[in-house]
């Protein structure tokens, strides 16, 4: 878990200390990297195995060598090395994919700063110290006693705006109540969330203005000269739209993850293969003409994955989970299963919103449809006999499903 502040550094010589501390974090990242590369079982020989150990040696060692380098700070730079290390754990565990040289042109830069220390000056301003510039003023917007218990912090530069993310222990979760209430949560395109007793909810997005000067930006962006100062400016305006983009939706995933942890005790969502479900369309080679390619609904695929993208499906399950009890659940069928008796065919969803069971007659919407699924498939997966819920889920689901019947 993190807070999230913004930091507002001096212009002048507090501001290039900052920028310094990006440009060696990125730096040491990047050569202790390229040092790792190099090891290889053939070449184990020449050389005892490349370790965070023995890459902090190497750069007390190439500090006392290098002026530049002495300047910066050691924090700093073995922070970067730790990072580094924590990427090749990530990659031998296969969380992620092997590290990538990090680039000045990217859109964020950062560095750690151990044995935090912070300081505040009035109700909305604090102050924490960091090497080399000194105290770094930002703006508090959290409770100052969740800052103080943080104990290393990121300062972190991303579309020109720098923030410092603390790292604090996870606010405990709200567990299953008295009046225990499980609510199924569909993650859907047209509804970004619908729940199982018929709300829902818009994931924000571009006003209709702001999406046509995004795209015109975009042109703009494609026919301007690599490396010129006016191909920089549009980056700089398409990095600011993002931004206001990302903290709206930001706002948005924070507020109604809060609503449904407060409404109801526990959650039920599908376990969804988002990575899986958003890659790009597979070419479709013409068997007639070889090196020719028949349409394979490209432009159609990735509008869906955009859409998919937009309505934070992944970070919004994430939220929820740090703020109560949530139970994954098998995806498959959700959308074309009936709630009231379990007929399941494609034709029993009519269109997007409509659903219409074949078996039944039982019609609803099929959002909130396939929440009632989801949230059914939660109570088959955690009520057991001595299950965590017992029997006061069983409760109330008599509960739920009555107030279903009567829709
Ligand atoms: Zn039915």
Redesign the pocket.
Known sequence: MSIVQRVYPAEGAQLDALTMHCDHARYVYNLGLEQRSWWTPSRRHFRQKITAASQMRDLTEARREFDWLRAGSTVVQQGALRDLDRAFTNFFARRSGYPTFKKRSGSRQGFVVRDLVVRRINRKWGEILVPKAGWVRFRISRAWTDICAASSARIALANGRWTVSLTTTPVPRREASTTAVVVGIDRGVANSVATSDGRMFHAPGFSAGEQVRFVALQRQLSRQQKGSANLDRTKAKLGRMRLRLADRRGDWIEQTTTVLANTYSGAAVENLPIRNMTRRAKPKPDPDNPGVFLPNGGRAKSGLNRAILASCWGKFAQRLDHKMSVIAVPAAYTSQE??????ICPE?RESQAVFR??????EHHADTNAAINIRDRGFDLEYQPGGILGDRVCQSRKRAASTVSVV
């Not at 009936?338 to 007929?343: A, L, R």
């Not at 069971?357 to 039982?362: A, I, P």
Request: aromatic share 8%.
């Open positions: 009936c709630s009231n008796c379990g007929h029993n069971c074949r078996g039944c007659g039982f």
